[in-house]
């Protein structure tokens, strides 16, 4: 603001702030589209960060511990089974909550981290309804290689699958750290599709996971027709792309275990 007068800033209404996943502008918009280009995939900002405050006479702000402890609750509903004994019974006592912060943490440590599993799969699963795919899956960084971690549906990879790295789509989309959506993997050179045949896939929508400057994977959702999603799927898995890297960076507190060896 330092030489510059109030005529030269341009002020926006929360209550109808709508951020354009497309061009990346923010506009006070009332339509279901950006008044910039038109595009579908736009997020309303009072929704994405929890409301107004401006004529509620009493705010309450939601501190970590209270964030931690809502988390918690969301992990309990998952059998012990699944998040292993040890995990449980740290969730349970409340351990978890007092964890050193996972930006003070190397991105193959936040990897690694068990209670990431269920929360991976509850996104994934969210995903996979929201856009209506067939399919979706989130991969993760381990060492050189993006190695599926989370599925949902009948046309996802298998867990456990390395996805290419180097080419591809896949690849693509975590070199230009961008979203990419492919209409049709029939008529798409990007695309592996020996892969996607293998998998009954043709549309494809892709989301770069980065933290830090980093890349740590990648979040698809995945369909078995052409021309399968739109700008609004484009924005919703925009959105669950942060949601999960929220998700990496408040459970990579716990402390590293060793590499799962390659099959």
């Given at each position: 603001m330092l030489g510059r007068s109030l005529s030269d800033v341009n002020f926006v209404r929360l209550q109808t702030a709508v951020m354009c996943v497309q061009c990346e502008l923010i506009s006070e918009n009332a339509t279901p589209c950006c008044l910039a280009c038109g595009s579908k995939a736009v997020l309303s900002l009072?929704?994405?960060?929890?409301?107004?405050?401006a004529h509620q006479p009493n705010a309450r702000l939601i501190r970590d511990a209270e964030l931690n402890q809502l988390v918690r609750d969301l992990l309990s509903t998952v059998p012990p089974s699944?998040?292993?004994?040890?995990?449980?019974?740290?969730l349970?006592?409340?351990d978890a909550?007092?964890?050193?912060?996972?930006?003070?943490?190397s991105a193959a440590q936040v990897l690694r981290d068990p209670e990431l599993e269920p929360v991976m799969n509850i996104i994934t699963e969210k995903a996979a309804a929201l856009t209506g795919a067939t399919g979706a899956a989130i991969a993760l960084r381990r060492g050189d290689d993006i190695v599926c971690r989370a599925r949902a549906g009948r046309t996802a990879p298998?867990?456990?699958?390395r996805l290419h790295s180097h080419?591809?789509?896949?690849?693509?989309?975590?070199r230009r750290g961008e979203i990419l959506l492919c209409d049709d993997a029939e008529k798409n050179p990007r695309v592996d599709l020996v892969s996607c045949r293998q998998l009954g896939v043709r549309s494809i929508l892709v989301a770069p996971l980065r933290h830090l400057?980093?890349?740590l994977g990648i979040f698809e959702v995945l369909s078995s027709r052409p021309n399968a999603f739109d700008d609004r799927d484009v924005a919703t898995l925009q959105l669950l792309s942060g949601v999960m890297m929220s998700a990496i960076t408040r459970f990579g507190g716990r402390p590293a275990t060793p590499p799962v060896p390659a099959q």
């Open positions: 009072p929704r994405v960060l929890g409301g107004s405050l699944v998040l292993g004994a040890e995990t449980a019974e740290a349970a006592t409340g909550a007092g964890q050193e912060p996972a930006s003070h943490l298998d867990l456990g699958v080419s591809g789509f896949s690849a693509e989309c975590v400057r980093s890349p």
